[in-house]
């Protein structure tokens, strides 16, 4: 049995985008989003986020619902559109009102309110005025986040700048498969470097609020390691181990990148982001904690085919979830263990885990997922190992309430602890819902 601290969080996470829909109400805006999602080819069943599970509407009930199963932390996303629905400028009362009232729903139902402010979804008007390529993106990030010090500042319970610059970056900018869809690595790079500052602006900006809420940002971090003891194989999944961890680790607790990487991509033909000398002071911020997104521990084979890293990932025949994704829950330890000892934070909140799973609903309303529960209970078991290893995680977020969005792969991938039926917008607990709530009921888990 590992019993959990008793400060110990546990909550569940969300997006704007994947779960808000009201894509045009309220005076919101488009988002990259609803740009990248009407391209067809774009999203694997061409389903889009105008309506998604309809949080704009549902949010009593969804609320409620998390409370009742007993969650602590309720943690979602704020659609920069729909508070500045022209990116700067005129702040939309609407917006505002929206998310102050999910603020209150989110505390009457006895949960605390994680908000993060960047998860993906960059108003459109920005993106065409060249969006993370653009370094007057800090400026605008700026205005941004001083919005919702100021009118959220009170009731927040955590902050959290950005969720997964990796996927902002390299996904959008080098791979293509999200929002803007580019293929270029020297631009996801610069994407990523000013990703890293408009952090550091947010942090800086809110330690001259005096607001005493804490402020952190969410990295998705995973170790990538060799698939065979080949000397090549093993140089090649360094180097993607180093792009998905230590390039955005290190800006934020040491104030660089790795110079090792950087020289690496050099050479291989990438340009480097300009690094001013004011930048340091802005990347090094101090953070009060750092969220961690873990699904997977990813493997890796030399490939002089795959630009620019040589390197290519691959299964190497662990069971795998409905996201295509090996279930490997003792890289969940190992990436708490990798962060604590390379960076030292104070505090760590693994702000996602979850799975992907063949739901289906059931005559008599049930969705028996128990292969979700299992996946929950081996990992949420390895998050127990670390703390008895003294690393500080203090709390467990359950990506995802409810069923979503999934951004490329639309609404058919189901990671929710709620089933939606998208036709009527019922919800449906599963079971995963019931056993999360005995385990944090408990505080402990076999
Ligand atoms: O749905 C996403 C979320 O937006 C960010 N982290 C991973 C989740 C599952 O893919």
Redesign the pocket.
Known sequence: MIKFPKDFEWGTAT?SY?IEGGFHEGGRTDGIWDRFTRIPGNIADGTNGDIACDFYHHYEEDLKLAGEAGLQVYRFSISWSRVLPDGTGAVNREGIDFYKKVIAKIHENGMKAAVTMY?WDLPQCLQDRGGWMNREILEWFREYVNVLYAELGESVDYWITE??PFCTSILGYWTGEHAPGFHDYSMALLAVHHLMLAHGVAVKEYRKTGLKAEIGITL?LNRVYPATDDPKDVEAAARLDMQSNALFCDPVFKGCYPRELFDYLVEQGVTVPEIREEDAELLGNKIDFLGI?MYETHYAIYDKESWPYQAREVKTGRPITD?NWQVTPEGMTEILEFAYENYHPEKIIVT?NGAACNDWLQENGKVEDTNRIEFLHQYIKAVGKAIEEGIPVKGYYV?CFCDNF??AYGLARR?GMVYVDYKTQKRYPKESLHWYSRVIAANEIE
Do not use: G, L, R, V
Request: charged residues 25%; hydrophobic residues 40%; negative net charge.
């Open positions: 997006a994947q998860h969720n997964e998705n997104n996201a996602e990506w999934e951004w990671f």
